[in-house]
């Protein structure tokens, strides 16, 4: 029983564009969320989080909404750059931390 | 800066063979993981330890079993391995779960044949 969710397994972007990744939860007492990046070969790394008390959270090019009631949460990424091509893993957190399946990120030149 | 190491980083077993991995972090946190990732299934925990002494079954916890006998280290144990075991395995580490981040070691592929 996944209870979070990422439904888009793939996203491709050109370079400078916007990138806007998704993810769905389940359970309504997750109280923190997170966003990992994965390049191969490597563990996943920590990009961006926000709490369950706020509904948005800037850092640099990537901010992570966060929509309790339809229990949704996004990240965009503006502009785009090369480097951001990677795996992109939504997590939750409640005594434990829950992971998504991740979404391939490709930016094309 | 260590953070989280985990051993071995590769290893091919055969069917029914036991073994160790061993996570190590030096960042004092509480909180330990372990998750395997597969294609398609993101990462899933398997155990986890809120603390020296403490374990905890996560989401697919059959086949593995865990110890916290120090609070830097998170061993995770197959008994008897199965080719439904070869995985990515990931350790990770945090001092909370809220308002805080996991950090993970590199990873260890295990293969069984």
């Known amino acids: 029983d996944q209870q979070v969710k990422q439904n888009s397994p793939s996203l491709s972007v050109q370079e400078g564009r916007i990138s806007i990744l998704n993810c769905d939860y389940t359970?309504?007492?997750?109280?923190?969320f997170l966003w990992y990046k994965k390049y191969p070969a490597e563990g996943p790394t920590f990009l961006i989080s926000i709490s369950s008390i706020k509904d948005k959270n800037e850092d640099g090019r990537f901010t992570v909404f966060l929509n309790k009631s339809a229990k949704h949460l996004s990240l965009h990424i503006v502009p785009s750059q090369p480097g951001d091509s990677a795996v992109y893993f939504c997590a939750a957190s409640y005594y434990k931390l829950s992971f998504g399946a991740g979404t391939t990120v490709t930016v094309r030149a | 800066n260590a953070g989280v190491t985990q051993t071995p980083k590769f290893r091919v077993l055969k069917t029914g063979q036991s073994m160790t991995l061993l996570c190590a972090q030096d960042?004092?946190?509480?909180?330990m993981y372990w998750y395997r990732q597969d294609p398609g299934m993101g990462l899933r925990l398997i155990h986890y330890?809120?603390?020296?002494?403490?374990?905890a079954k996560g989401e697919v916890p059959d086949g593995y079993n865990v110890s916290r006998l120090k609070k830097q280290n998170f061993l995770l144990g197959l008994e008897s391995a199965a080719p439904s075991q070869t995985s990515v395995y990931f350790c990770a580490s945090s001092q909370g779960t809220v308002n805080t981040e996991a950090f993970f070691g590199q990873g260890t592929r295990l293969t069984v044949v």
């Open positions: 960042m004092n946190h509480e909180y």
């Open positions: 330890s809120v603390g020296e002494g403490t374990t």
């Open positions: 359970n309504s007492m997750f109280d923190y």
